[in-house]
Structure formats: C-alpha cells, structure tokens
C-alpha cells in the first residue's frame, strides 16, 4: 500500500506562524491549533478548555458522523453526556483513542502538536476569536490559491514539454527510419 506524501506549509495569520500538513488532497489539510494559540493568553490549555465545551464535542461528533465511517458513535454518546460538566476532562488522545476519530490528532515531540482537519480549525478560530476565523481562513485561501497557480503552470510546462518531445521523436523517425 502507498503512502501519501505529506507536505507541510506555513500561514502567517495576525502575525502568528501556523503550521499546515496536507496529503496533497485539500480535503485532508490539517491546521495546527497549537500554533494557533500562540497569540493567545493561555496558550496550549485554550485547546483543551474548548473540548470541554457541549457544542464542541456536538460539532466534532457531528464531523466525524458525516466524514469517518469508523466513528465509534456509542462511545461518542456517553462523551456526549459527560461533557460541559465542571469535573469533565476530555484531550485530545483520549477523544481520539475512545472514538477513533480522525479530525483531530495530537502528536509529541519536536515538530508535534495538535492538528485538526481544516473545516475544525476553522470552528476552533472562531471560538478563539471571530476576527482571527476570519484572517486564518482568508490566509488559507491564499495558500490554495497559491498551490492551485503552480499546479496550473507545472501541467502547461509538462504539456509544452510533450509536445516538444512528440515533434522531437516523429521528426527522428521520419528522417532516420522512414526511407
């Protein structure tokens, strides 16, 4: 089975570097909440005071329903009811580990961090600040713009080259092999 090449970009949003991985497909970019909460006052611990939130465990069971087949929604039920209580925890691992979801993950070491799938950074952005949703989403634009433009060159220059290549070969034959 191959594997998907991974490639990882950075967007600079309200003066804050953040870190975009993506399998070359724009559905599977993944944003890093952690560096999105570099600008803000709390850092790291903002990423696990949003999963303690009802409405957020309601969107991320919600994406997962409609996105992992794999989901494992009983499990989903009983975070469900736990969540938005005051003794309530609930990391990023565990969330993964109990429901197998693949929206968010959570990494360690010198490059980890926590990732989430586009459309749930987004949803993360807002709850941090509308303003930053905004500018985070604009400069995402960009970046696809951006790689949409050098795709579009990159297929003209493998066209022209054909080309090129195909008069090159008919011409050899045809002075070469053809009497």
Known sequence: MARDKTFKAT???AGTE???TSTGNSNNDYISLTDMTKCFEGGNALIEQWLRNKDTILFLGTWEKLYNPSFNSPEFEGIRNEA????????????VSLTKAIGIKSTAGRYGGTFAHKDIAFEFGSWLSPEFKLYLIREYQRLKDDENSRLSLEWNVNRILT???YKLHTDAIKENLIT
């Open 11 to 13: 967007i600079n949003v």
């Open 84 to 95: 938005g209580s005051s003794s309530y925890y609930l990391s990023v691992k565990k969330w």
């Open 163 to 165: 080309k090129l290549n």
């Open 18 to 20: 953040i870190a975009v």
